[in-house]
């Protein structure tokens, strides 16, 4: 039973304009959810997260929107460069974000210029 | 600072071998976890320390595996015999203890191929 889902496998979008990744989640005490990034032969970097006390949580280019009736949270990058190019894993937390991170099984991200 | 460092990179054994890998946390991190991940897939917890002590060891299959974290500080991760299907990277990742929400920092991995 996957509880944190990535639906898209892969995306591709043009230097300079939006890229917007989805994930959607299951269970109801997930409270607490992070985006990481990673390269080829890296490990995952954290990126950003949100509290599901807001709805929207922006560092630079990076915005984080979080809808807690439809179970759903979106990463929105603007604008998208080539180093944006990297795997996007969607994770999420119970308990304030004090329990162990669930992942999606991440989304492919490429920019081209 | 030095980030989380693994060892090794990359693993080539035959199965029914025995492998062992190592991780060094970020100083002063007292949370320390092994996630593997399989081809395709998102990281999967295997097991999660505070301090010495395995917290949640729930998803670690007992039979083959094992974890270590002496002094609380560095981990031993160690699979004996291997199986084919043990193929995957092995993170470890780290995290301060009671700074709220848990942001952690992974390693770059360890890759085993099982043959």
């Known amino acids: 039973d996957q509880q944190v889902k990535q639906n898209s496998p892969s995306l591709s979008v043009q230097e300079g304009r939006i890229s917007i990744l989805n994930c959607d989640y299951t269970?109801?005490?997930?409270?607490?959810f992070l985006w990481y990034k990673k390269y080829p032969a890296e490990g995952p970097t954290f990126l950003i997260s949100i509290s599901s006390i807001k709805d929207k949580n922006e560092d630079g280019r990076f915005t984080v929107f979080l809808n807690k009736s439809a179970k759903h949270l979106s990463l929105h990058i603007v604008p998208s460069q080539p180093g944006d190019s990297a795997v996007y894993f969607c994770?999420?937390?119970?308990?304030?974000?004090?329990?162990?991170?669930?992942f999606g099984k991440g989304t492919k991200l490429t920019v081209n210029p | 600072e030095a980030g989380v460092v693994q060892s090794p990179r990359y693993k080539i054994i035959e199965k029914k071998q025995p492998v062992a890998f190592w991780c060094n946390p970020i100083s002063g991190h007292n949370t320390l976890y092994w996630y593997r991940q399989n081809l395709g897939q998102g990281p999967e917890l295997l097991i999660r320390?505070?301090?010495?002590?395995?917290?949640?060891d729930s998803q670690l299959p007992k039979d083959r595996f094992s974890a270590e974290r002496l002094k609380g500080v560095d981990s031993t991760l160690k699979i004996q015999p291997a199986e084919l299907g043990d193929s995957a990277v092995y993170l470890c990742?780290?995290?301060?203890?009671?700074?709220?929400?848990?942001?952690?920092?992974f390693g770059a991995g360890s890759r085993l191929t099982v043959l």
């Open positions: 320390y505070e301090n010495e002590e395995a917290v949640d």
């Open positions: 994770a999420a937390s119970a308990e304030g974000g004090s329990e162990k991170l669930v």
């Open positions: 990742a780290s995290s301060a203890t009671g700074s709220g929400a848990n942001v952690l920092t």
């Open positions: 269970n109801s005490m997930f409270d607490y």
